[in-house]
T-cell receptor
Framework: AQKITQTQPGMFVQEKEAVTLDCTYD???????LFWYKQPSSGEMIFLIY??????QNATEGRYSLNFQKARKSANLVISASQLGDSAMYFC???????????????FGKGTLLTVNP | DTGVSQDPRHKITKRGQNVTFRCDPI?????LYWYRQTLGQGPEFLTY????????KSRLLSDRFSAERPKGSFSTLEIQRTEQGDSAMYLC??????????????FGPGTRLTVL
């Protein structure tokens, strides 16, 4: 079974509008971390936001927020006020096990290609 | 620039040849990771170092693959007897287990390998 599922191969959004990129995950661990990375056409993975499984509040970083619904095992990324430079691939990833433990590797989804239209 | 660097950025080789990639992590980071990304997929974990110790290798890392991190600084990933299926982007990342970047892996620009 897929550990990280991103069901939207591609998404389109108008500049200045908000967009939600979906991510569901599968783990039996009680402690885990969820990440979103952006990958522009240049190829480099850029960290956007992190949510720990025990964090009570949804994470926010500037225009990025993570809509964390633990019972549904979903961790959707919300980008507000989209900009042309937001056009890129977006990957959801998970680290299973507690922070600082021996678990460290990230498991990535297949990604969503976001296109921001002017 | 104090980010993660990788060399070369692109490598074209013929099937059967050996290739070696280098990764220089952020200087104070003691953890270093290698991932492989094929077209249309997310990165897949290959191996992980904490300082100079290689602590885990994925099943994806066949016997033709070897990674080292001498002295806990830069790392090399070698692929022997390359196959066309090895064509991919090889990504290196590093992290430090404390501070604000505790949960973040910083990625390099990747090395794109094409095996003809």
């Amino acid at each position: 079974a897929q550990k990280i599922t991103q069901t939207q191969p591609g998404m389109f959004v108008q500049e200045k509008e908000a967009v939600t990129l979906d991510c569901t995950y599968d783990t039996s661990d009680q402690s885990y971390g969820l990440f979103w990375y952006k990958q522009p056409s240049s190829g480099e993975m850029i960290f956007l936001i992190y949510q720990g499984s025990y964090d009570e509040q949804n994470a926010t970083e500037g225009r990025y927020s993570l809509n964390f619904q633990k019972a549904r095992k979903s961790a959707n990324l919300v980008i507000s006020a989209s900009q042309l430079g937001d056009s890129a691939m977006y990957f959801c990833a998970m680290r299973e096990g507690r922070s600082g433990g021996s678990n460290y590797k990230l498991t990535f989804g297949k990604g969503t290609l976001l296109t921001v239209n002017p | 620039d104090t980010g993660v660097s990788q060399d070369p950025r692109h490598k074209i080789t013929k099937r059967g040849q050996n290739v070696t990639f280098r990764c220089d992590p952020i200087s104070e980071h003691n953890r270093l990771y290698w991932y492989r990304q094929t077209l249309g997929q997310g990165p897949e974990f290959l191996t992980y170092f904490q300082n100079e110790a290689q602590l885990e290798k994925s099943r994806l890392l066949s016997d033709r693959f070897s990674a080292e991190r001498p002295k806990g600084s830069f790392s090399t990933l070698e692929i022997q007897r390359t196959e066309q299926g090895d064509s991919a982007m090889y990504l290196c990342a590093s992290s430090f287990p404390s501070g604000r970047s505790y949960n973040e892996q910083f990625f390099g620009p990747g090395t794109r390998l094409t095996v003809l």
